[in-house]
């Protein structure tokens, strides 16, 4: 059974929505002894990441993230907080992996957000991508992005640079697209994650 974050700063909706079209149990996790409960972890997030971070911080369950055996999967801004620094409100994050979420803006010449569908290309041979195609096309909504790095990176994609579409780092897992709102490949990550 899933158990998902709720700290306030997550479009939870959508998430469930795809939870209960899957089949998948979940509850949420309001307090940090709630982490026992579940045998698998989900950090949703929506918007500005240093607000996300204060929130979690306050919630009283940012401590305990780190510390956690069973697989966590980040989503958007909850794959963000997995780093260790973002640009957006100059705020240090969880330092799961010592990788930095900076701004688009200053970067590139397209659009900011990056928004849309784009197709993302697996870089390792990760569990949260098993039946899924290479280039296959996934949702995203953002204006920061994580830095590729060899090391972490478990999927990359190209908006004007080449950047972490997902990250990996034993139990942890991020994805800064929403699987939740991508269609059958979303729902197959979701599921992968949930079988891990």
Known sequence: MIGIVNYGA???FSLTAALDRLGIGYGMINTENAFDLYDHIIIP??????AAMRKLRESGLADRIGQLEQ????????????TEFSEEGNTDLLNIMPIRT???????????????????????DSAI???????????????????????????????GIDFSAA??????FGVQFHPEKSGVVGEQL???FSRL
């Open 129 to 159: 991508f098993q039946d899924i195609a290479d280039k296959s096309y996934f949702y995203f909504v953002h204006s920061y992005y994580i830095e590729a790095d060899a090391h972490y990176t478990a999927a990359s994609c190209h908006y």
């Open 10 to 12: 997550g479009n939870i």
């Open 102 to 124: 900076l701004h688009f803006d200053s970067r590139l010449s397209q659009k900011v957000p990056h928004m849309g569908w784009n197709s993302i290309s697996p870089q390792k």
């Open 167 to 172: 990250i990996q780092s034993n139990n942890f």
């Open 45 to 50: 997030g929506v918007g500005h990441a240093g």
């Open 71 to 82: 697989p966590v999967l980040g989503i958007c801004v909850g794959m963000q907080l997995l």
């Open 190 to 192: 979701l599921k992968n």
